[in-house]
């Protein structure tokens, strides 16, 4: 006689141990009074977060030092902290990165977590990065250039364009990196510049004071050949839109292989759920990436060379907005857990391993 048994496994894809860890934080808030603000924060095996080396734009270095955060099996994060609520995250595949938006006490913020890295030197800023920035405030504003990073650190813009449609921007300065990723920048109109550069040396996020206001500004390095097929998938989007009326949004995202798109999920600041449900995006060769879509102008973003991020500045109905893309993990076998994660564990992410049949023979040999 053969009788069949089944094993479930029901392993999420993403769970509290990804949390653990040293991360940096850098966020920006919009309203009457905009605000950046860094600190560094350490997370133990429960969730439980303590920050410290805490500075914001008006040199305020008593912020908050702790609180509790939490993880989905989905990768979203929701966080219980003094001050911050409505606090919406998602963290990428390779538990490197969190982007969020966040209701705190003074408005509406975009908040970017980056994981602690090591061992980083000067020539980790040589070549060509892709610069987007979102400056909040009662006259906002955008801007997106090209950079190219000498071995010393000397530093050359071009293609620089802004949301008031100015091409002369700034066009040279010096950044410098410390051993443990901290960056800093000497350029006309740019004072106190904080930024940390990723473990993968992709991708650096920065807060900083320019002439016109607090700014968050984001740099991915350029590099590799795209194509249409690299958008398909699906994305996890925040945004911060600035401001004497500022606002963040969020929303799911479903791409085709033809391009089209499908929102759900969205929610704003105002708690509104309507959002835009269709459009187009378009990527060229170098990754550059369109959008055509109901109350989105000139949007201009930028695909990581791993293909799990797209950074971008817009014109929206409502003013100008820095737009954040994650996408989600593939799951090639539909078991529910991502394939990096199963590799991870010593998984075959081709094989759906959630029910496993055992035959046991009851009869005599």
Same mark, same amino acid.
């Given at each position: 006689? #053969?009788?069949?048994?089944?094993?479930?496994?029901?392993?999420?894809?993403?769970?509290?141990?990804?949390?653990?860890?040293?991360?940096?934080?850098?966020? #920006?808030?919009?309203?009457?009074?905009?605000?950046?603000?860094?600190?560094?924060?350490?997370?133990?095996?429960?969730?439980?977060?303590?920050?410290?080396?805490?500075?914001?734009?008006?040199?305020?270095?008593?912020?908050?030092?702790?609180?509790?955060?939490?993880?989905?099996?989905?990768?979203?994060?929701?966080?219980?902290?003094?001050?911050?609520?409505?606090?919406?995250?998602?963290?990428?595949?390779?538990?490197? #990165?969190?982007?969020?938006?966040?209701?705190?006490?003074?408005?509406?913020?975009?908040?970017?977590?980056?994981?602690?890295?090591? #061992?980083?030197?000067?020539?980790?800023?040589?070549?060509?990065?892709?610069?987007?920035?979102?400056?909040?405030?009662?006259?906002?504003?955008?801007?997106?250039?090209?950079?190219?990073?000498?071995?010393?650190?000397?530093?050359?813009?071009?293609?620089?364009?802004?949301?008031?449609?100015?091409?002369?921007?700034?066009?040279?300065?010096?950044?410098?990196?410390?051993?443990?990723?901290?960056?800093?920048?000497?350029?006309?109109?740019?004072?106190?510049?904080?930024?940390?550069?990723?473990?993968?040396?992709?991708?650096?996020?920065?807060?900083?004071?320019?002439?016109?206001?607090?700014?968050?500004?984001?740099?991915?390095?350029?590099?590799?050949?795209?194509?249409?097929?690299?958008?398909?998938?699906?994305?996890?989007?925040?945004?911060?839109?600035?401001?004497?009326?500022?606002?963040?949004?969020?929303?799911?995202?479903?791409?085709?292989?033809?391009?089209?798109?499908?929102?759900?999920?969205?929610?704003?600041?105002?708690?509104?759920?309507?959002?835009?449900?269709?459009?187009?995006?378009?990527?060229?060769?170098?990754?550059?990436?369109?959008?055509t879509s109901l109350g989105?102008?000139?949007?201009?973003?930028?695909m990581s060379g791993d293909?799990?991020?797209?950074?971008?500045?817009?014109?929206?109905?409502?003013?100008?907005?820095?737009?954040?893309?994650?996408?989600?993990?593939?799951?090639?076998?539909?078991?529910?857990?991502?394939?990096?994660?199963?590799?991870?564990?010593?998984?075959?992410?081709?094989?759906?391993?959630?029910?496993?049949?055992?035959?046991?023979?009851?009869?005599?040999?």
């Amino acid at each position: 006689m #053969l009788l069949f048994s089944s094993v479930t496994d029901s392993a999420p894809v993403f769970t509290i141990a990804d949390l653990e860890g040293t991360w940096y934080e850098h966020e #920006l808030g919009g309203g009457i009074a905009p605000w950046w603000a860094h600190f560094t924060m350490e997370i133990d095996a429960g969730g439980s977060l303590t920050a410290n080396e805490f500075l914001n734009s008006t040199g305020d270095s008593g912020g908050p030092s702790s609180g509790t955060v939490n993880i989905n099996g989905s990768g979203v994060i929701t966080v219980a902290s003094q001050g911050i609520s409505a606090m919406h995250g998602v963290m990428s595949g390779d538990r490197q #990165l969190i982007v969020a938006t966040a209701t705190e006490d003074s408005g509406p913020a975009l908040i970017i977590l980056q994981k602690a890295g090591s #061992l980083f030197t000067q020539a980790d800023l040589m070549g060509s990065w892709y610069e987007h920035e979102l400056g909040s405030g009662i006259a906002p504003w955008w801007a997106h250039f090209t950079m190219e990073i000498d071995a010393v650190g000397s530093l050359t813009a071009t293609e620089f364009l802004n949301s008031a449609g100015d091409s002369g921007g700034p066009s040279s300065g010096t950044i410098n990196i410390s051993g443990n990723g901290v960056v800093t920048v000497a350029s006309q109109g740019i004072s106190v510049l904080h930024g940390v550069m990723s473990e993968d040396r992709q991708l650096i996020v920065a807060t900083a004071t320019e002439d016109n206001g607090p700014a968050l500004i984001i740099l991915q390095k350029a590099g590799g050949s795209f194509t249409q097929a690299d958008l398909e998938g699906t994305w996890y989007e925040h945004e911060l839109g600035g401001g004497a009326d500022p606002w963040w949004a969020r929303m799911t995202m479903q791409i085709n292989a033809d391009g089209s798109l499908t929102a759900t999920n969205f929610m704003n600041t105002a708690g509104d759920s309507g959002g835009p449900s269709s459009g187009t995006i378009s990527i060229s060769g170098s990754g550059v990436v369109t959008v055509t879509s109901l109350g989105i102008l000139a949007l201009h973003g930028v695909m990581s060379g791993d293909r799990q991020l797209i950074v971008a500045t817009a014109t929206e109905d409502n003013g100008p907005a820095l737009i954040l893309m994650e996408k989600g993990l593939p799951d090639t076998d539909g078991d529910g857990m991502d394939d990096v994660e199963e590799i991870r564990q010593g998984r075959n992410p081709f094989v759906d391993e959630r029910t496993v049949i055992i035959l046991f023979n009851t009869e005599p040999d």
